[in-house]
C-alpha cells in the first residue's frame, strides 16, 4: 500500500471535517450527549456511513476507484492511520506525570489494582472459554476471537486499531473489525449500565448520592449564571498547568514542538527496544523456523515504555518545568480522535453482519463477566468506598479510562473517597501490562504459537492468583458488616 503525501493530507483534512461535524452533531442532540460518546466516534460512525459498506452500496460516484463517497486512495490512507498514530498515544501516557515509587502506588491503589487485574485477566478466561467452547466448533470462527473482550474492551477503539496489521499477519482479518466493534458497544453499554448500577446502589443504601433541593425559579437563574461564571474560572490544578505553558513560551520559541519531540524520542526507544527483542527472538528460540511472538507484536507497547523512560530522564535531570502534563493530553487526545475516526470509518460492516451472533455473544459474556467483578468481587476487596472506586474500574474495562473517570464522578461528585487518585495511581501498575500493554499486544501471537487452550489455562491461572491475594490480602481489611454489601 503507497499513497502520496497530497493524497495522505486530503485524508486527514476529511478526518478533520468528520470530527467538525461530529462536534455539531453533539450540539444538537441531547440523547447523544447523555450517552457521553466521544466526538471521535460519531465522527468515525458518519464516515463509515458514508463508505463502500452503507451509502456507497446505492449512491452513483464519480471517482475511476470508489471507496463509498470517497476515492480509493483515501480509504487507504485511514486504513494505515490507526497503526501510525497509536504510537503517538501510548508514547506520550506516562510523558509530563510524575512517577512515583511502587510502594507508593501499592498503598494507596493496591485494592483497585486487584480489582482492574482480576477484570482484565477474567475476559481472556471468558473469552477463550467461549471462543473453544462455541465460537470455534459451532460457527468456525478462529480460537484467536477469545482475545476480543480484552481488546475491545479493556484496550477499547485504539488499541483494537493499532492491532489491525497483527489480526491481517495472523490470518484473523476480520478479528480487527469485530474488535472495533466490541469496542464501541462496550462504551456506549459501560455508560448506560454504570449509570443504572449507580442508581440501583443509591436505592440500596451503598452510595449517597447529593440530594437536589428545589429552589424558585429566579433563584434557580441567579445560580446558573453563578456557575456559569466559577466554570470560566481555571481549577487549581489547570491554573499551575496554565502557569507552566506560560513559563514555557518564553523560554521556548515553541513548547509543542518541544513536546512532540519528546513523543518521537520515546516512539525511537520503543522502536529500539522492540527490535533488539526480535532480533534475539530470531537468534535464539525462533531460529530454524522456531516459535515467533516479538515478530507480530506491534510497536505501541514498547513506545509507551519508552514514554516511561523519557519521563524518567525528565525527572532525573529536572526537566519537569518544561514539559507540561496538559500539552502531552493534548497531543494524545489528538492523535487517538485521528485514530478512532480513521479505524472506524474502515470498519467492515460486512464483517460483523457475517459473525452477527459470535460478535453479540461475546459483547453478553464481557458485560457479564464485567458486571460480576463489580457486584461480587470488588465489595470484597476494596475495604473502603468500593462502589465509587469499583464502578471506575468497570467503566475503563468496558470502554475507555474516560468512561471510568465519568462513572466515578456521577457516583462520587466531590471524591470524597479518594477514588480519583487511588484510579490514577493504579494505571501505573496496570496499563503496561493488559489493557492495550504488553500482554494485550502479544495476546494474539501467544494463542497463535501456544494454542488458545494453553492461553486460556496462563490466564486462568492469573485470575485465579490475583483474585486469591485480592481477598486473603485485602479482604481482611474489609469490614465484616461491609462484605458483599449489595
Known sequence: ???????????LMLISLALLASNVV?????????????????????????GPDALGQVVPLPFEEPAGLFPAFV??????????????????????????GLRTIWLRAGPQVVVGQTMAWGQYVVGLSLALLVLAPVFGMNPMAGALIEIGFEGGHGTAAGMAD????????????????????????GVLIGTLMINLAARRGVIKLEEKVETPRSQRQAQEIDSEQESELPSTEDYAEFKKDLAQEEETADPL???????????????????????????????????????????????????????LCVTRFGLEPHVSSRTMARIAGTALDFTIVAALATLSLTALGEYLIPFLLLAAAGIGWCLFVLIVIAPRVIPENWFERGIGDFGQSMGVTVTGLLLMRMADPKNRSGAFESFGYKQLMFEPVVGGGLFTAASLPLIAQFGPLTIL?????LTVAWLAFGLLYFGRMVPERGRGRW
Open 1 to 11: 500500500m503507497s499513497f502520496s503525501v497530497g493524497e495522505l493530507f486530503v485524508a
Open 26 to 50: 453533539l450540539s444538537h442532540s441531547a440523547m447523544l450527549r447523555r450517552l457521553f460518546l466521544p466526538s471521535s466516534v460519531i465522527g468515525g460512525l458518519i464516515l463509515l456511513l458514508l
Open 75 to 100: 480509504h487507504e490512507s485511514w486504513a494505515a492511520l490507526p497503526g501510525l498514530l497509536i504510537n503517538v498515544v501510548f508514547a506520550a501516557l506516562f510523558i509530563g506525570r510524575p512517577i512515583p
Open 166 to 189: 497483527t489480526f491481517d499477519e495472523l490470518g484473523f482479518e476480520e478479528g480487527a473489525d469485530l474488535a472495533l466493534g466490541l469496542a464501541t458497544v462496550g462504551i456506549v453499554s
Open 257 to 311: 514542538s518541544l513536546h512532540i519531540g519528546l513523543v518521537g524520542i520515546a516512539i525511537v526507544i520503543g522502536w529500539l527496544i522492540l527490535s533488539a527483542l526480535q532480533w534475539v527472538e530470531q537468534q535464539t528460540w525462533a531460529s530454524d523456523g522456531g516459535i515467533e511472538i516479538l515478530a507480530h507484536v506491534p510497536l505501541f507497547p514498547l513506545a509507551m515504555i519508552g514514554g516511561v523512560i523519557v519521563q
Open 457 to 461: 489455562g496462563l490466564t486462568l491461572v
